[in-house]
């Protein structure tokens, strides 16, 4: 299997390093590979439990362009969904230059698309339904076998208090707005997600698919120590501890 990911800062790891804003892409929760698990909580470090044959999953630190082209980690920080065209672009290249199309044509991608929380705490704006819409669409025509999660902001909470963000009051943009305000922009990203799930799965593709979670819940009952002090980012210390809810 194929590990790829196009996405914003949070999965580019930043923050995850502590003291600094550079990129720690091995420690990034959806792609990163560096360690284990005992070492860091991560996607492909659990499915590495199960299966040794994962290919593209991120290593080390660094920019995108500091990476090399066999690490398929496109995420960039400070980017909107605006951008995810760009990134679907660059990773079909990565990918076409890591191996031949015979080859390729028998190996499943699992690509995550983690977007919208910059977008929602700096700007407080809904997703920009034709640049997920062009980007997916690259994809498709780049990749011959693709299962998309195409995950939506983060909404960090505690457990005894679901319904509200802990990233609210750290974000320039949300802070300023009423609750009623943030559940509408909210509502709207979740129909954005769902209607360009629907709208690829009513393709009917036997070789792609899209998964759409338009708003990735992290409940703790301590969810101050899973971010970064003052800022909206999410650290690594208490990764082991994180519970991702979809429900």
């Avoid at 470090?45 to 690490?71: T, W």
Wanted: net charge neutral; glycine share 6%.
């Amino acid at each position: 299997m194929l590990w790829f990911e196009l996405c914003d800062l949070q999965e580019a790891g930043r923050g995850l390093w502590e003291g600094t804003d550079v990129e720690f892409r091995g420690a990034a929760f959806p792609i990163g590979g560096d360690a284990n698990i005992d070492g860091l909580v991560t996607i492909p470090n659990i499915l590495l439990e199960f299966n040794e044959q994962l290919e593209g999953v991120a290593h080390g630190m660094g920019k995108r362009s500091q990476l090399p082209d066999y690490q398929l980690n496109v995420a960039e920080s400070n980017t909107e969904t605006e951008y995810l065209p760009e990134q679907a672009s660059e990773l079909i290249r990565r990918l076409h230059s890591l191996m031949a199309a015979d080859v390729l044509a028998h190996k499943w991608v699992l690509i995550t698309v983690a977007t919208g929380t910059e977008e929602l705490c700096n700007k407080c704006d809904t997703p920009n339904h034709l640049s997920i819409r062009r980007a997916l669409g690259i994809l498709r025509k780049g990749v011959p076998k693709a299962f998309i999660v195409l995950l939506g902001p983060v909404h960090v909470a505690s457990s005894y208090k679901l319904h509200y963000n802990l990233l609210k009051p750290r974000c320039q943009c949300l802070e300023s707005i009423s609750m009623k305000k943030y559940r509408t922009i909210v509502a709207e990203w979740s129909k954005v997600f769902v209607k360009i799930q629907d709208e690829f799965n009513s393709l009917n593709h036997s070789t792609f698919g899209v998964l759409a979670i338009p708003l990735l819940p992290i409940h703790s009952r301590e969810p101050e120590t899973l971010l970064v002090p003052g800022k909206n980012l999410l650290n690594s210390k208490q990764s082991g501890r994180l519970k991702v809810d979809n429900s």
